[in-house]
C-alpha cells in the first residue's frame, strides 16, 4: 500500500503474480482439458484477484488487472491477443474484476443486513437514515455523505451506495 491509498504498488505486484501464472497456463494449454484449464484459472488467477477485493477493487489503477485478466481468459480458451473477451467471460461464467469487486461488496452488505458479520464491522454503516425515517427504502444501508472524491471510493461509502441502487428484486431479502 503506498502513502496515498491508490494500491499502485499492491496492483503491480498482484499483476507479476498473476502474469507469471499466465506463463504456466500458457505451457499447458495444450496438454490440459478445458474443465482442468478452467480450475487452473481459478486457482492461479482469481484467488489472487479475490484476496482483499474490497479494498483495493476501486483504486483508478484497476484497468492494470483488467487488461491481465483477458490476457488471461483468452489463455484458457485458447484465442489471439486481440479476440474480443466479453463472449469469452459469459461462456466461461467468469466474472470480470470489476463484478468480482461489486459481488464482494453486495455480499459484505447481505452479511451486514443481516447481521452475521464480525462485531467490528457492526457500527460500520446504520440501518436506519439519522435525519428521518425512511418508510421508501427500508432496506437501505446509510452512511454520512463522504467530504473528498477520495474517500467516496473507500468500502465505507462505496458499499452502501452499490446496495442501495439494486432493486428490491435482486436484494433476496
Known amino acids: 500500500m503506498d ?3 491508490t494500491w499502485k504498488y499492491h496492483i503491480n505486484t498482484l499483476k507479476s503474480k498473476i502474469s507469471r501464472s499466465l506463463f504456466a497456463l500458457n505451457r499447458v494449454k495444450h496438454i490440459l482439458l478445458p474443465d482442468s484449464f478452467k480450475s487452473l484459472y481459478f486457482s492461479l488467477v482469481q484467488s489472487h484477484l479475490m484476496y482483499g477485493i474490497q479494498s483495493w477493487g476501486s483504486s483508478i489503477h484497476i484497468n492494470k488487472l483488467e487488461s491481465t485478466q483477458k490476457r488471461a481468459i483468452r ?7 486481440n479476440s474480443h ?3 469469452l467471460f459469459r461462456h466461461n461464467n467468469i466474472l470480470k474484476i470489476r463484478d468480482l469487486h461489486q459481488l ?11 447481521d452475521t458479520i464480525p462485531r467490528s464491522f457492526r457500527t460500520y454503516f446504520t ?9 421508501k427504502h427500508p432496506n437501505h444501508i446509510f452512511r454520512q455523505k463522504p467530504p473528498t472524491k477520495f474517500s467516496s471510493l ?4 462505496q458499499i452502501p451506495s452499490m446496495w442501495n441502487s439494486l432493486t428490491n428484486d435482486m436484494l433476496w431479502i
Open 127 to 135: 440501518a436506519h437514515n439519522q435525519n428521518k425515517t425512511d418508510l
Open 75 to 81: 489463455i484458457i480458451n485458447n484465442k489471439v491477443y
Open 85 to 87: 473477451t466479453d463472449p
Open 154 to 157: 473507500l468500502p465505507v461509502h
Open 3 to 5: 502513502q496515498n491509498l
Open 104 to 114: 464482494q461488496n453486495a455480499l459484505f452488505a447481505h452479511d451486514y443486513k443481516h
